[in-house]
C-alpha cells in the first residue's frame, strides 16, 4: 500500500499574497500579506526559512513563535495561527504595515497628527508596562522596527524574538548578533563589570526613548544623535529627557512614564486619547456616561484619523445601538462616520441598521432619521423604501407633535423619487389632503403646498391632473400668509403640467383674486406668476402650432426631469419658513385653515379684535382636491338670496363655555331665550344674505347680558330688505359706563349693562340699510334700527 505524503504548506488555512515581502524587522523574519482562503480575510504572514547551518536563528525563530502564541494583550500583536515545519515557519496574525512604512505613507497623503502619534506612543508604553510590571519579561528589542499598524491606526508591539525572564530563570539576554539592533542598547550594557545599578524596566525605556526620538526625526544615525530632541514637542521633552538619561536609576517605569504624560497639560493629554481609553472600557460603562459620550463624539470626529473613525469607532457605534440601547445619540456620529465608507461598505453596516431604527418608536429617533435622511438616502434601493421604510415614515403625518409632522413632509423630498404607484400616487396623496385642509399648524400647511409642488413631476399624469390644481387652489385660500405665496409658486413652478384650457379657465381665475390679497408679497407673486401664464397664453394665440410643444409634458409620464423649475422654486419655504416653525408655531398656534378667504374688515380703534369662530373642518381625502364645476360661483351668486337661512355662523354653547370662566353677571331683568329666536333652533344664529352678491365675513362679539352670558355673530343688514339681523340679544357698549339701556332687536327690547364706549356694527352707512346702533336717550325712550 502506497502511503502519499501531505504538502502542510498546501494545506495550511492561510496563503501568501504573490507580492514582495513589505519587510520586518531586522532579522530573520520576512513580512508577507495574506489572506484567509475561506473567507479572503487580510492577514499579515510572518515567514522564516530554516537555513541549514542557523540554528541560533532558528532557536530565536522558535521562541518568538511561542512568545507570540502565548501573549495576548490589546497593545501585542495579534497571533492568529501558525505553521511549523522542518523547512520553514509561518506565524500569521491580524492585518498590520510596520510602523516605518505607515509613518512615511501618512506623511506623504495628509501629514501625521500628534494626535495619532500621542496615542502610540500610549499604545507601546502600556504594552511596556504589562510586560514588565504584570509578566516580568524584559522585550530586549524596542525599536521602529519591532512596532506595527493594524488598520485602525493602532499601534501595536512585536518583535518578541529577544524577549527574555526579568527573573533570571531563563538565563541572561540572548545575543543579537545584528548591528542595526544593538544600536538602540542603553550605555550600561558595554559596562562588563556589573557595578551598574539599574532596574528591570531600564534597559527597555532607554530603546523607548530612542524610538519617540525616531519617530519625531527619522532614522536614529547613532546614540550621540539623543542629545538633540531636534522636533519633539515641548511637553513631551521633559519626559523624553529622563528616558534617555546616563542613569539608569532614574528612569520611569512604564507606567509611572504614562500617568506623567497624562497629566493636565501633558503630551498625551488630549480629546484623542480619553476618546480611546473610554471605547476600550465602554462595555463597563454606565448608560449616562455612554450617553454623554456619545453625544459629544461627533464634535471631535472631524479631527480624528479617518482609518480610526473607520475600523474603531464605527463598530463601537454599531455595538451600542444593537446591544447597548444606545438610541437615538448614536444616529449624528453613526452618519459621520458614514461618509468615510465606500458603497458597498455603507449598504453592509449602516443600511441594515437605519432600517431598524426607522421601526422604532422613539421619537427623538424618529426625528434625528427624518432630519438627516439626505446623507443616507442615496444608498437605500426602491424595495427596501417602499416595504420597510415608507410604511413606518407615514405614522409622522397623524403624529402629535409638529415637529415630527413638519420633518416628515420635508423628508418626502427626498423618498418620492424611489416610491412605487401606490404610494406616491394614493397613500402620499390623501396624507397630503387632510395635512394641508386640516392641519392647525400654518407652517406645516405651508410646507405641504412647497413639497407637492417639488414631487409633482414624480406623479402619474391623472394624480397630477386631478391634484395640483386643486391643491394649490386651496392654499391660496389659507390664513396663513406664506401657504398663499407657496400656492401662487407651485401654480408657476408647475406651468409645463398644465393645459391651455386649464391655464385660462382654472389657474387664471385663482390667481386674480390674490391680487387684491392683504399681503403685498401674495400680491407681488401672484402679478408675476399672471404674467407667466398670460405670456405662455399669448404666444400659444399668436401660433397656435406651438401648443403640441407647450403641452407635450401634461400627458407625459412621470419624470424627474419634468420638474426642472421646481428643483429652485420654492427653497424658501422649506429652508426659510421650515427653519422658523417652531417660531411661527408659537405665534400662531391655532391657525386653522378655512374654506374661505375673504378679508376682514379693521376693527376700529379703542375696540378689541374679536376673537375668530371656530370652524370645525370636515374629514378630508385625496377627493377634496377635485376641481368643482366651473359655474359654480355663477349659481352661488344667483341663489344667494334663497339661502339666507343655510348657513350656519357658529353655536352659542360653544361660548357659553369660554364664558362660564369670566366673572359673575348681573341679575334682573327678562332675556329672551333661544326657543324664542326666529330661528327655530336654539343657539343658532342666521342672517340674511346679500341679494347683490355675498354677505360679509361674520364678527363675533362677546356679551354681557343679565341673564344670559352669550356671544353672537353680527353680519351687515341686508340693503335690498334693510331687515335687521335675527338675533336673539345683542351687546351694543354705549358712550358712558355702567349705565342700563335697551336695544330694540327684531321688535324685542332686552335690558343691557355695557361696558364700552361704542360699537361699530359692520355694515353700510345707514343710506344704503346697514349703519350704526344708537345707545337709549337718556329719558329711557326706544329708539327703533334704521
Same mark, same amino acid.
Given at each position: =500500500?502506497? +502511503?502519499? %505524503?501531505?504538502?502542510?504548506?498546501?494545506? +495550511?488555512p492561510?496563503?501568501?499574497?504573490?507580492?514582495?515581502?513589505e519587510?520586518?524587522?531586522?532579522?530573520?523574519w520576512?513580512?508577507?500579506?495574506?489572506?484567509?482562503k475561506? *473567507?479572503g480575510?487580510?492577514?499579515?504572514?510572518?515567514?522564516?526559512d530554516?537555513?541549514p547551518?542557523?540554528e541560533?536563528?532558528? #532557536?530565536?525563530?522558535k521562541?518568538?513563535?511561542?512568545r507570540?502564541?502565548?501573549?495576548r494583550?490589546?497593545? &501585542?500583536?495579534a497571533? &492568529?495561527?501558525?505553521?511549523?515545519?522542518e523547512?520553514?515557519?509561518?506565524?500569521?496574525?491580524?492585518?498590520?504595515?510596520?510602523?516605518?512604512i505607515?509613518?512615511?505613507?501618512?506623511?506623504?497623503?495628509?501629514?501625521l497628527?500628534?494626535l495619532?502619534?500621542?496615542?502610540?506612543l500610549?499604545q507601546?508604553?502600556?504594552?511596556?508596562?504589562?510586560?514588565?510590571?504584570?509578566?516580568?519579561l524584559?522585550?530586549?528589542n524596542?525599536?521602529?522596527?519591532?512596532?506595527?499598524?493594524?488598520r485602525?491606526?493602532?499601534?501595536?508591539?512585536?518583535g518578541?524574538d529577544? =524577549?527574555?525572564s526579568?527573573?533570571?530563570?531563563?538565563g541572561?539576554?540572548?545575543?543579537?548578533?545584528?548591528?542595526?539592533?544593538e544600536?538602540?542598547d542603553?550605555p550600561?550594557l558595554?559596562?562588563?563589570?556589573g557595578?551598574?545599578?539599574?532596574? !528591570?524596566w531600564?534597559?527597555d525605556?532607554w530603546r523607548?526613548?530612542?524610538? &519617540?526620538?525616531?519617530?519625531?526625526?527619522?532614522?536614529?544615525?547613532r546614540?550621540?544623535?539623543?542629545?538633540?530632541?531636534? !522636533?519633539?514637542? !515641548?511637553s513631551?521633552?521633559?519626559?523624553?529627557?529622563?528616558?534617555?538619561?546616563?542613569?539608569?536609576?532614574?528612569?520611569?517605569?512604564?507606567a509611572?512614564f504614562?500617568?506623567?504624560?497624562?497629566?493636565p497639560?501633558?503630551?498625551?493629554?488630549?480629546?484623542f486619547?480619553?476618546?480611546?481609553?473610554?471605547?476600550?472600557?465602554?462595555?463597563i460603562?454606565?448608560?449616562a456616561?455612554? #450617553?454623554?459620550f456619545f453625544?459629544?463624539l461627533?464634535?471631535?470626529?472631524?479631527?480624528?484619523p479617518?482609518?480610526?473613525c473607520?475600523?474603531k $469607532?464605527?463598530? #463601537?457605534l454599531?455595538?451600542?445601538?444593537e446591544?447597548?440601547?444606545?438610541?437615538?445619540?448614536?444616529?449624528?456620529?453613526?452618519f459621520?462616520?458614514?461618509?468615510?465608507?465606500?458603497?458597498?461598505?455603507y449598504?453592509?453596516?449602516?443600511?441594515?441598521? $437605519?432600517?431598524?431604527? +426607522?421601526?422604532?418608536?422613539?421619537r /427623538?429617533? @424618529?426625528?434625528?432619521?427624518?432630519?438627516?435622511?439626505?446623507q443616507? &438616502? #442615496?444608498?437605500?434601493?426602491e424595495?427596501?423604501?417602499?416595504?420597510?421604510i415608507?410604511?413606518? $415614515?407615514?405614522?409622522?403625518?397623524?403624529?402629535?407633535?409638529?415637529a415630527i409632522?413638519?420633518?416628515?413632509?420635508?423628508?418626502m423630498?427626498?423618498l418620492a423619487?424611489?416610491?412605487?404607484?401606490?404610494?406616491?400616487?394614493?397613500?402620499?396623496m390623501?396624507?397630503?389632503?387632510?395635512?394641508?385642509?386640516?392641519?392647525e399648524?400654518?407652517?406645516?400647511?405651508?410646507? *405641504?403646498t412647497?413639497?407637492?409642488g417639488?414631487?409633482?413631476?414624480?406623479?402619474?399624469?391623472?394624480?397630477?391632473?386631478?391634484v395640483l390644481?386643486s391643491a394649490?387652489s386651496?392654499a391660496?385660500?389659507?390664513?396663513?400668509?406664506?401657504?398663499r405665496?407657496a400656492?401662487?409658486?407651485?401654480? %408657476?413652478?408647475t406651468?409645463?403640467?398644465y393645459? =391651455?384650457?386649464?391655464?385660462?379657465?382654472k389657474?387664471?381665475?385663482?390667481?386674480?383674486?390674490?391680487t387684491?390679497?392683504?399681503?403685498?408679497?401674495?400680491r407681488d407673486? /401672484?402679478?408675476?406668476?399672471?404674467?407667466?401664464f398670460?405670456?405662455?397664453l399669448?404666444?400659444?394665440s399668436?401660433?397656435? *402650432?406651438?401648443?403640441?410643444?407647450?403641452?407635450?409634458?401634461?400627458h407625459?409620464?412621470?419624470?424627474?426631469?419634468?420638474?426642472?423649475a421646481?428643483a429652485s422654486?420654492?427653497?424658501?419655504?422649506?429652508?426659510g419658513?421650515?427653519?422658523l416653525t417652531s417660531?411661527?408655531?408659537?405665534s400662531?398656534?391655532?391657525t %386653522?385653515?378655512?374654506?374661505?378667504?375673504?378679508?376682514?374688515?379693521?376693527t376700529p380703534?379703542g375696540?378689541p379684535a374679536p376673537?375668530p369662530?371656530p370652524?370645525?373642518?370636515?374629514p378630508?381625502?385625496?377627493?377634496?382636491?377635485?376641481?368643482?364645476?366651473e359655474?359654480k360661483?355663477t349659481?352661488?351668486?344667483?341663489?344667494?338670496?334663497?339661502?339666507?337661512?343655510?348657513?350656519?355662523?357658529?353655536?352659542?354653547?360653544?361660548?357659553?363655555?369660554?364664558?362660564?370662566?369670566?366673572d359673575?353677571?348681573s341679575?334682573g331683568?327678562?332675556?329672551?331665550?333661544?326657543?324664542?329666536?326666529?330661528t327655530?333652533?336654539?343657539?343658532?344664529?342666521?342672517?340674511?344674505?346679500?341679494?347683490?352678491?355675498?354677505?360679509?365675513?361674520?364678527?363675533?362679539?362677546?356679551?354681557?347680558?343679565r341673564?344670559w352670558?352669550?356671544?353672537?355673530?353680527?353680519?351687515?343688514?341686508?340693503?335690498?330688505?334693510? /331687515?335687521?339681523?335675527?338675533l336673539?340679544?345683542?351687546?351694543?357698549?354705549?358712550?358712558?359706563?355702567?349705565r342700563?339701556?335697551?336695544?330694540?332687536t327684531?321688535?324685542?327690547?332686552?335690558r343691557?349693562?355695557?361696558?364700552?364706549?361704542?360699537?361699530s356694527?359692520?355694515?353700510r352707512?345707514?343710506k344704503?340699510?346697514?349703519?350704526?346702533?344708537?345707545?337709549?336717550?337718556?329719558r329711557g @325712550?326706544?329708539?327703533? %334700527?334704521?
Amino acid at each position: =500500500m502506497w +502511503f502519499f %505524503a501531505r504538502d502542510p504548506v498546501r494545506d +495550511f488555512p492561510f496563503e501568501l499574497i504573490p507580492e514582495p515581502p513589505e519587510g520586518g524587522p531586522p532579522g530573520p523574519w520576512a513580512l508577507h500579506r495574506g489572506r484567509k482562503k475561506a *473567507t479572503g480575510s487580510p492577514v499579515s504572514i510572518f515567514v522564516y526559512d530554516v537555513k541549514p547551518g542557523a540554528e541560533d536563528q532558528t #532557536q530565536v525563530a522558535k521562541a518568538a513563535f511561542k512568545r507570540l502564541k502565548t501573549l495576548r494583550h490589546p497593545n &501585542i500583536l495579534a497571533y &492568529i495561527d501558525g505553521l511549523e515545519t522542518e523547512k520553514c515557519l509561518h506565524v500569521v496574525t491580524e492585518a498590520v504595515t510596520p510602523l516605518g512604512i505607515y509613518l512615511k505613507a501618512r506623511v506623504e497623503a495628509s501629514g501625521l497628527k500628534e494626535l495619532e502619534i500621542s496615542w502610540g506612543l500610549h499604545q507601546i508604553v502600556k504594552a511596556l508596562s504589562f510586560l514588565v510590571n504584570d509578566c516580568s519579561l524584559i522585550h530586549n528589542n524596542v525599536c521602529m522596527a519591532a512596532v506595527f499598524v493594524d488598520r485602525a491606526g493602532e499601534w501595536k508591539l512585536g518583535g518578541l524574538d529577544y =524577549m527574555y525572564s526579568a527573573q533570571g530563570n531563563g538565563g541572561g539576554p540572548p545575543r543579537k548578533g545584528i548591528p542595526e539592533l544593538e544600536q538602540y542598547d542603553p550605555p550600561e550594557l558595554a559596562d562588563s563589570s556589573g557595578t551598574v545599578v539599574r532596574e !528591570k524596566w531600564s534597559a527597555d525605556m532607554w530603546r523607548l526613548g530612542c524610538l &519617540i526620538w525616531e519617530v519625531f526625526n527619522g532614522p536614529l544615525p547613532r546614540a550621540a544623535a539623543l542629545r538633540n530632541p531636534g !522636533k519633539i514637542p !515641548k511637553s513631551l521633552v521633559p519626559h523624553y529627557c529622563e528616558l534617555v538619561g546616563a542613569n539608569p536609576k532614574v528612569r520611569p517605569n512604564p507606567a509611572r512614564f504614562l500617568q506623567n504624560c497624562r497629566a493636565p497639560g501633558g503630551f498625551m493629554s488630549n480629546r484623542f486619547v480619553e476618546t480611546n481609553l473610554f471605547l476600550e472600557e465602554i462595555q463597563i460603562k454606565e448608560p449616562a456616561e455612554k #450617553q454623554k459620550f456619545f453625544q459629544e463624539l461627533s464634535k471631535s470626529l472631524d479631527t480624528f484619523p479617518e482609518d480610526f473613525c473607520r475600523h474603531k $469607532v464605527l463598530p #463601537q457605534l454599531l455595538t451600542a445601538f444593537e446591544f447597548g440601547n444606545a438610541g437615538a445619540v448614536v444616529l449624528t456620529p453613526l452618519f459621520k462616520v458614514g461618509k468615510f465608507l465606500s458603497a458597498e461598505e455603507y449598504q453592509q453596516k449602516i443600511i441594515p441598521v $437605519v432600517v431598524k431604527m +426607522f421601526s422604532s418608536t422613539d421619537r /427623538a429617533m @424618529r426625528i434625528r432619521l427624518l432630519q438627516q435622511m439626505e446623507q443616507f &438616502i #442615496q444608498y437605500l434601493d426602491e424595495p427596501t423604501v417602499n416595504t420597510q421604510i415608507f410604511p413606518h $415614515v407615514v405614522h409622522g403625518f397623524l403624529d402629535t407633535n409638529p415637529a415630527i409632522r413638519e420633518q416628515t413632509v420635508k423628508s418626502m423630498l427626498l423618498l418620492a423619487p424611489k416610491l412605487n404607484e401606490a404610494n406616491l400616487n394614493v397613500e402620499l396623496m390623501k396624507h397630503f389632503a387632510r395635512l394641508q385642509a386640516k392641519d392647525e399648524q400654518g407652517p406645516i400647511r405651508c410646507n *405641504t403646498t412647497v413639497c407637492l409642488g417639488k414631487i409633482g413631476s414624480y406623479l402619474s399624469a391623472s394624480t397630477r391632473h386631478r391634484v395640483l390644481t386643486s391643491a394649490f387652489s386651496r392654499a391660496t385660500k389659507d390664513p396663513f400668509a406664506p401657504s398663499r405665496v407657496a400656492g401662487v409658486l407651485g401654480f %408657476a413652478a408647475t406651468h409645463n403640467l398644465y393645459s =391651455m384650457n386649464d391655464c385660462a379657465h382654472k389657474i387664471l381665475p385663482v390667481l386674480c383674486g390674490l391680487t387684491v390679497d392683504p399681503e403685498k408679497s401674495v400680491r407681488d407673486q /401672484a402679478f408675476k406668476a399672471i404674467r407667466s401664464f398670460l405670456s405662455k397664453l399669448e404666444s400659444v394665440s399668436e401660433d397656435p *402650432t406651438q401648443l403640441e410643444e407647450v403641452e407635450k409634458d401634461v400627458h407625459a409620464a412621470s419624470s424627474p426631469g419634468m420638474g426642472g423649475a421646481a428643483a429652485s422654486w420654492a427653497g424658501w419655504a422649506v429652508t426659510g419658513v421650515s427653519s422658523l416653525t417652531s417660531k411661527l408655531i408659537r405665534s400662531h398656534p391655532t391657525t %386653522a385653515p378655512t374654506e374661505t378667504n375673504i378679508p376682514q374688515r379693521p376693527t376700529p380703534e379703542g375696540v378689541p379684535a374679536p376673537a375668530p369662530t371656530p370652524v370645525p373642518a370636515a374629514p378630508t381625502t385625496s377627493g377634496h382636491w377635485e376641481t368643482q364645476d366651473e359655474d359654480k360661483d355663477t349659481a352661488e351668486d344667483s341663489s344667494a338670496a334663497d339661502r339666507w337661512d343655510d348657513e350656519d355662523w357658529g353655536s352659542l354653547e360653544e361660548a357659553e363655555s369660554v364664558l362660564a370662566q369670566q366673572d359673575e353677571w348681573s341679575t334682573g331683568g327678562q332675556v329672551s331665550r333661544a326657543s324664542q329666536s326666529p330661528t327655530g333652533a336654539a343657539g343658532k344664529l342666521r342672517a340674511p344674505g346679500n341679494r347683490a352678491g355675498r354677505s360679509q365675513a361674520p364678527r363675533s362679539h362677546l356679551l354681557r347680558v343679565r341673564g344670559w352670558p352669550a356671544s353672537i355673530t353680527g353680519v351687515a343688514q341686508s340693503p335690498a330688505t334693510r /331687515a335687521t339681523p335675527s338675533l336673539p340679544c345683542l351687546h351694543v357698549p354705549a358712550p358712558s359706563r355702567g349705565r342700563t339701556l335697551g336695544v330694540r332687536t327684531t321688535g324685542r327690547a332686552s335690558r343691557l349693562r355695557v361696558d364700552r364706549s361704542r360699537l361699530s356694527w359692520p355694515g353700510r352707512s345707514a343710506k344704503s340699510g346697514g349703519g350704526r346702533w344708537r345707545p337709549n336717550a337718556p329719558r329711557g @325712550r326706544w329708539p327703533r %334700527a334704521p
